[in-house]
């Protein structure tokens, strides 16, 4: 099956990409059949050499049965060389990851609007119980320091006369 879609090209984080017709069962940046344009998602929109199309070229391979790819149907859907594909509905997108765990549980759209209320609120306790522990701790911490302390003294007492020894030879 022909595809439309982008081949990688470009240095490390300064990606450029062919727009290329290819077999599906091709490697991304491998083997194509023809490039039909280039895009540059480093170039503000509003630049004429962002994206640049052939589109006598895209036109016969969309004849001949080549599919875009969703990403290559949206830059040809800005050029209005083929009908810009509709929308996805991601309503979970807006709400952090955290959060959406919770709604899972809970399930359903209107859950998905009371945890961030009950987020507000939830919060202060989870962070109040964590403190606690933390106080805790260095008292804990603070007797275990004092054989700390005495044990390295024996050690240097042990590793000083190695030090002499080889300083002698």
Do not use: C
Not at 7 to 14: D, E, F, Q
Not at 18 to 28: H, L, Q
Not at 61 to 66: L, V
């Amino acid at each position: 099956m022909l595809k439309i879609r982008l081949s990688m090209a470009g240095a490390k984080k300064r990606p450029v990409y062919k727009i290329v017709v290819a077999d599906s069962r091709f490697p991304r940046d491998g083997r194509f059949i023809e490039k039909v344009g280039f895009f540059n998602p480093l170039l503000p929109k509003t630049k004429k050499e962002r994206v640049n199309l052939e589109a006598e070229r895209i036109k016969h391979w969309i004849s001949k049965g080549a599919k875009p790819t969703l990403r290559v149907s949206r830059i040809l859907g800005e050029a209005q060389l083929y009908p810009m594909p509709p929308k996805g509905n991601n309503p979970l997108k807006a709400i952090p990851k955290k959060d959406r765990k919770k709604d899972k549980s809970e399930g359903g759209k209107p859950a998905a609007e009371a945890p961030k209320k009950e987020a507000a609120t939830t919060e202060p306790k989870k962070e109040a119980p964590k403190a606690e522990p933390k106080k805790e701790e260095p008292k804990a911490a603070a007797p275990k320091a004092e054989p700390k302390k005495e044990e390295p003294k024996k050690e240097a007492a042990t590793t000083e006369p190695k030090k002499e020894e080889p300083k002698k030879k």
